[in-house]
């Protein structure tokens, strides 16, 4: 009787154990089975022992992104641990502390990678939400180049010309990462349409974590939160805000959206595209 309560749990996955993944894992974990994957054994374990110990039922595995047959494993994982009703992305890197190179190996490659591996083992209801970011809404893309990014093989997506126009600019690679989320999202849902699920993205502003508190130190100019002012929200988000988002979006309430981006940025998005370039 226990194996059969233990397989029939409902289970969630989650990429990415920092500030805006363990948000994710707690908002969404109550009384599911947790799989927490991360690149990082200290921080896997760190979150997996805070999250045991706060009664959630959380395992970790480690897990490259990157790597096709290490998010497949993952993949593989999960589905053997109950019912898939949600994975949430979001495992990634910044420019202010990564090469351009990683940056599109992480954020592009590994998001094609897990959009492909667990749409093979999606079921009816589950729901895939990929944490991209408010840069892809201000990336410069030609139509002919967001097409490749949205549907090219993923072995041929880091020799794309828009991947390899941006040489080493590690800030310019985010960007194009960010929106080949995006568009590579929409592309997808049809395939997870078939299999009665869904797929999206959220795209965050400025959220108060170890990764944008990096990025802030690495900007000199203090350029990140003069945004934030500017845009007129005042403050950074909260990774619990982002973790509201994702539950919305994986949740009875948005079962006719897939395929699409949810901004949750505090106006920024809107004032780099209507007001900054006025001043």
Same mark, same amino acid.
């Given at each position: 009787?226990?194996?059969?309560?233990?397989?029939?749990?409902?289970?969630?996955?989650?990429?990415?154990?920092?500030?805006?993944?363990?948000?994710?894992?707690?908002?969404?974990?109550?009384?599911?089975?947790?799989?927490?994957?991360?690149?990082?054994?200290?921080?896997?374990?760190?979150?997996?022992?805070?999250?045991?110990?706060?009664?959630?039922?959380?395992?970790?595995?480690?897990?490259?992104?990157?790597?096709?047959?290490?998010?497949?494993?993952?993949?593989?994982?999960?589905?053997?641990?109950?019912?898939?009703?949600?994975?949430?992305?979001?495992?990634?890197?910044?420019?202010?502390?990564?090469?351009?190179?990683?940056?599109?190996?992480?954020?592009?490659?590994?998001?094609?990678?897990?959009?492909?591996?667990?749409?093979?083992?999606?079921?009816?209801?589950?729901?895939?939400?990929?944490?991209?970011?408010?840069?892809?809404?201000?990336?410069?893309?030609?139509?002919?180049?967001?097409?490749?990014?949205? /549907?090219?093989?993923?072995?041929?997506?880091?020799?794309?010309?828009?991947? /390899?126009?941006?040489?080493?600019?590690?800030?310019?690679?985010?960007?194009?990462?960010?929106?080949?989320?995006?568009?590579?999202?929409?592309?997808?849902?049809?395939?997870?349409?078939?299999?009665?699920?869904?797929?999206?993205?959220?795209?965050?502003?400025?959220?108060?974590?170890?990764?944008?508190? &990096?990025?802030?130190?690495?900007?000199?100019?203090?350029?990140?939160?003069?945004?934030?002012?500017?845009?007129?929200?005042?403050?950074?988000?909260?990774?619990?805000?982002?973790?509201?988002?994702? &539950?919305?979006?994986?949740?009875?309430?948005?079962?006719?959206? /897939?395929? /699409?981006?949810?901004?949750?940025?505090?106006?920024?998005?809107?004032?780099?595209?209507?007001?900054?370039?006025?001043?």
């Amino acid at each position: 009787m226990q194996d059969r309560t233990h397989c029939a749990r409902d289970v969630v996955v989650v990429t990415g154990a920092g500030g805006m993944g363990s948000a994710v894992a707690r908002r969404l974990g109550s009384g599911r089975r947790v799989i927490l994957a991360d690149a990082s054994p200290g921080q896997l374990d760190r979150t997996v022992d805070a999250m045991s110990a706060e009664g959630y039922a959380v395992r970790g595995v480690l897990t490259d992104v990157s790597d096709r047959a290490s998010v497949e494993k993952l993949a593989e994982t999960a589905v053997g641990e109950g019912r898939l009703t949600a994975v949430v992305h979001t495992a990634g890197v910044a420019a202010a502390t990564s090469s351009a190179r990683k940056i599109f190996e992480v954020d592009l490659l590994g998001t094609v990678h897990v959009i492909e591996a667990f749409e093979q083992v999606a079921v009816r209801g589950t729901s895939l939400v990929c944490v991209s970011s408010m840069a892809g809404h201000y990336a410069s893309l030609s139509r002919e180049d967001e097409a490749a990014l949205a /549907t090219a093989p993923a072995e041929e997506l880091l020799a794309l010309g828009a991947v /390899t126009a941006v040489g080493d600019d590690p800030t310019a690679a985010y960007i194009v990462a960010k929106r080949a989320n995006h568009v590579r999202v929409q592309a997808a849902a049809l395939a997870w349409n078939l299999r009665g699920a869904r797929v999206n993205t959220v795209s965050p502003g400025v959220i108060s974590t170890a990764m944008s508190k &990096a990025e802030a130190d690495a900007d000199s100019d203090g350029h990140m939160l003069k945004m934030v002012e500017a845009c007129g929200a005042g403050r950074m988000g909260t990774p619990g805000e982002i973790a509201d988002a994702v &539950a919305f979006l994986t949740g009875p309430q948005s079962l006719y959206i /897939t395929g /699409t981006d949810l901004l949750v940025d505090g106006g920024q998005a809107g004032w780099i595209h209507w007001h900054m370039k006025h001043e």
